[in-house]
Structures are given as C-alpha cells and as structure tokens.
C-alpha cells in the first residue's frame, strides 16, 4: 500500500548538514501493524512527517497505492493526505476547543455542511469512548482520554494509512493497555494500515505484525514481529530490544 524508495532527508544546522534520513527503502503491505523502533534522533519522526507529506525529502520517493507522491502537485498532494491520519506525538490539540470540536476540526477546514459533520463525530465519540466527553476541554481529560481525541480526529477521513507517533509514550501502563486495545479494535473494524513508532518494546511485541529497525537515519532490518524479538541480527536490535550485546 505504500512504497519508500531510497528516501534521504538533510536538515541544514548552524553547525552542518546531516541526513536525518539516509537511502530509507521499505514498503508497508494493506493491513499492516508496522512498528518502527530506533535510538532517539534515529529520524523516526522525521520518516513519518515524510511520509505524511509535511515535510520533503531530498531525495527519494513514496508511492501510495503505486501512485508517486508529488511534493510539487499541491492540489494532489492534499487529497493524497486525505488518504494518511497522523497521530502526533504529544497529541497536538486545541486547547481553547471542546472534546466535540477537535474532532470537528478538520472537516470544518474542508467546509464540509453540520449535518455531516455531527455524524462523524458522534460516530468517533463511541468509536474512541468518549461518550460524555462531547464538550470537555483539553486540558480537563486524562493522557489517555486525549489520546483518544488525537485518535479521533486523525481518523475523521476515514483513512486508509493512519500513522502514530509515540502514541502511549506518554501514558502510564494500564493507560497504555486501553490504547493498544483501541489500536487493534480500530485496526479490525476499520481495516486500516497502521504505520507506528515507539519506544516500548513491549507495545511493538503485542501491537505490530512487522518492526523496522533504523539507526543514525539508516534502514538497520525489517523482520517479523515474532522474528525479530527471537532473533534479532543487528547490535542495535539486540540493544533495543534488550538482548546482550556480544562482546
Ligand atoms: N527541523 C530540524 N532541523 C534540524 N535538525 C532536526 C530537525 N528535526 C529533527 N532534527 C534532527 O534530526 C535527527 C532526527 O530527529 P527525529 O526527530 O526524526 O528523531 P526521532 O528518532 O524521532 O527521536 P525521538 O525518539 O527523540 O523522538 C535528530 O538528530 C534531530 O536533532
Ligand atoms: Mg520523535
């Protein structure tokens, strides 16, 4: 469902310039729960602010059901998006806007009528669990209750790829069962691909089918779940996932 081909990306520093990402191939099949695990500064969220098309790659490209990304075609580019939900890591809300109205959101910038809105939002609203929730403010809800509107609300096109970034990193363990739970509900029901970064290892054992190993903005391997955490190659696997180190 979507390709990486020999993505690169340089930010430009005070200092230097570096590949944040380095000749990163990859593809991600209909139905996956892929994982993507690195160090921080690896150039995990940079991998998926390219993907989602907020940022350009230097080099490279991304073919989504075969078609070629074109950072260049801005009318293209947006219906493309509409296909991509983004989680962002930290959330991302409207602080001076109601449970109801972050959802909205959205689809009140794509000027679509009140009646099709409140449809959609009150179907996420139980989707999510936040019945009762309609008009709380941001900053009256719990990690977890936020996460479900950030969820919400990237799920409001009703995607076909929804990309997570950290998205329980910020949650105590019992909060982070109920996400996963979420997570795999709505990737049952909804049949959407799911592109995730984390760094627990215990969220990508239970929640991925599939883990991307990069390092230094470098593809490192890409394994089965199960695979990798029996027998993963590279040191920084073994690192990752908590393995002794060989000497
Ligand atoms: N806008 C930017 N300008 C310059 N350098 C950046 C920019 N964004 C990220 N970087 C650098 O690029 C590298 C990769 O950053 P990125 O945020 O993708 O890492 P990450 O794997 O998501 O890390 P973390 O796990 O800490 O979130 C880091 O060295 C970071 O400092
Ligand atoms: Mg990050």
Redesign the pocket.
């Known amino acids: 469902m979507i390709e990486i081909r020999n993505l690169t990306k340089s930010?430009v520093?005070q200092e230097n310039t570096f590949n944040?990402l380095e000749d990163i191939s990859f593809t991600v099949e209909d139905g996956d729960l892929f994982g993507i695990i690195?160090m921080?500064?690896?150039?995990?969220?940079?991998?998926l602010n390219v993907i989602s098309g907020l940022i350009k790659p230097n080099q490279g490209e991304i073919l989504i059901d075969g078609e070629i990304f074109d950072y260049e075609d801005e009318k293209r580019l947006k219906e493309l998006r509409k296909k991509i939900g983004f989680v962002f890591?930290g959330y991302h809300l409207l602080m001076q806007k109601t449970v109801y109205e972050n959802i909205a959101f959205p689809l009140r910038i794509q000027k679509k009528n009140e009646e099709e809105i409140k449809q959609t939002v009150d179907e996420l609203i139980i989707k999510v669990g936040l019945v009762g929730k309609e008009n709380v403010y941001p900053a009256k809800l719990s990690g977890g209750q936020k996460q479900r509107v950030a969820i919400a609300r990237a799920l409001v096109n009703k995607p076909r790829l929804l990309l997570l970034d950290?998205p329980t990193s910020a949650l105590d363990s019992l909060t982070t069962k109920e996400i996963i739970r979420l997570l795999q509900h709505i990737h049952k029901e909804e049949k959407v691909t799911m592109l995730l970064?984390t760094?627990e290892i215990n969220v990508a054992r239970i929640l991925t089918n599939k883990v991307l190993v990069i390092d230094q903005g470098r593809f490192i391997e890409l394994k089965n779940t199960e695979d990798i955490f029996l027998n993963p190659e590279s040191e920084i696997a073994k690192l990752l996932l908590g393995k002794e180190v060989q000497p």
């Open positions: 930010y520093t944040a690195g921080s500064g690896a150039g995990k969220s940079t991998l890591q950290e970064i760094h």
